[in-house]
């Protein structure tokens, strides 16, 4: 099956077996390896990656049905300068990872929340980021950078 898509920001073309999954697609075959599998059941959130704007657990989520979509992943929320998105500015200013498996995850899902509600209050960051689970930080760091970068978002705007 031809697939056409946008990931992140470029226009792509693939040949793909209706079966593969977008994480299997967009690991192997376009070698975004911020893209992580770990449950492949849709339960922790390693895997998100946003399309059309909206996060998808890409371990279950057919690659087949990006087709004409935009696709974004970790690796594209950086600009074209390769300055950092503040949402992944603020996880390296709180250090708000250690082993670094979910924090892609975790940065796309909070972008969805900041690009909705850039004053969310922290139960709403709480409640929003419940899918995405870390094993290793606690979660104290992780909402501090994502209230960090909403504060940076609210003065960009």
């Known amino acids: 099956m031809n697939i056409r898509f946008v990931l992140n920001g470029k226009p792509a073309t693939l040949e793909i077996e209706p079966r ?11 070698r975004m390896t911020g893209v992580k599998i770990s449950c492949e059941a849709q339960v922790c959130g390693s895997c998100t990656v946003l399309v059309d704007n909206l996060p998808v657990s890409a371990c279950t ?28 500015q603020a996880f390296l ?24 509600k850039p004053e969310a209050t922290d139960a709403e960051i709480v409640a929003h980021m419940n899918g995405n689970l870390c094993r290793c930080t606690g979660y104290l760091p992780i909402l ?5 970068a909403a504060t940076e978002l609210g003065r960009k705007k």
């Open 61 to 88: 989520f057919l690659a087949y049905e990006v087709r004409g979509k935009r696709v974004t992943t970790i690796e594209g929320l950086a600009d074209e300068t390769g300055r950092l998105h503040p949402l992944q």
């Open 144 to 148: 501090k950078a994502i209230r960090q």
């Open 20 to 30: 593969e999954t977008l994480a299997e697609v967009l690991r192997g075959r376009c």
């Open 93 to 116: 200013d709180h250090f708000a990872f250690q082993c670094g498996f979910c924090t892609p995850g975790m940065i796309l899902a909070a972008k969805t929340l900041l690009d909705e």
